[in-house]
């Protein structure tokens, strides 16, 4: 853990850790150490410098309170943590702390599509149903977690439509069925909005999607090439079938 430390430190990258994603790690952590994951990395000292905690789906209480004391930021996969069963996060709690926050989708494996639009809604509902209140976790801070929160977790001087920040924009276009009409652009974007309404993006000023077509690569070979791939890599593993348990 120290060696990785000292690699982040010496290419000025940031660390990012699973931690208490399962109530199995948690078992196994105090069982092997005596400590919860969380503060078991901080009796090694693993949290002297910045780091992303990706789920903590969960965190005890005083590692919650750790969370804040050491800046770390959260990161909460609430489509994988649900595929996995897993758990949810208690992110109202930890955005109510003080704690910084950040959305993501984890990998293909447990989330499929990784449609961040899929993630904001799925996680915001979630919070809802688990602390029973609509309104302590909405539409807006699920939002925030998705731009503002994943630029300050990386680092990035982006996140926001903002003189001096990054042109890292996307454009949508949500005169779909699914998204129309839409009275409030924010609750629209977060529940009714999808990857595939997303009409531009634009990356450090850099126009790289226009009118959902890909401007950078050959989608069409780009796609070929992966499924070629993915049928070379099944076809490797012999006598372990494909599971639909999931």
Not at 21 to 29: A, D, I, K, N
Not at 97 to 122: I, K, P, W
Not at 134 to 159: C, D, Q, S, V, Y
């Amino acid at each position: 853990m120290g060696r990785l430390q000292n690699l982040a430190r010496t290419h000025g990258v940031r660390l990012q850790i699973h931690v208490s994603e399962t109530e199995w790690e948690v078992r196994q952590s105090v069982a092997d150490t005596g400590m919860t994951p969380l503060c078991y990395l901080d009796s090694i000292g693993f949290l002297s410098q910045p780091l992303i905690l990706v789920h903590g789906v969960h965190l005890t209480p005083e590692e919650m309170l750790l969370c804040r004391r050491r800046g770390l930021t959260v990161c909460y996969n609430p489509k994988s943590n649900g595929k996995l069963g897993s758990g949810i996060a208690p992110i109202a709690e930890l955005r109510e702390q003080g704690v910084d926050l950040c959305l993501a989708t984890d990998g293909a494996a447990s989330n499929d599509l990784l449609d961040l639009f899929e993630d904001m809604r799925f996680g915001a509902m979630l919070q809802k149903l688990k602390y029973g209140d609509p309104a302590r976790f909405g539409a807006r801070e699920i939002f925030l977690m998705a731009t503002e929160g994943g630029a300050k977790a990386m680092g990035l001087n982006a996140g926001r439509v903002e003189e001096g920040r990054l042109a890292d924009l996307i454009l949508l276009d949500l005169s779909s069925p699914s998204a129309a009409p839409v009275h409030d652009p924010l609750s629209g974007l977060v529940y009714c909005a999808r990857a595939a309404d997303v009409d531009s993006v634009i990356i450090n000023g850099r126009l790289v999607m226009r009118g959902r077509r890909i401007l950078t690569l050959d989608a069409n070979r780009a796609v070929a090439e992966a499924v070629a791939l993915g049928e070379k890599r099944f076809a490797e593993v012999s006598g372990s079938p494909l599971s639909s348990e999931f």
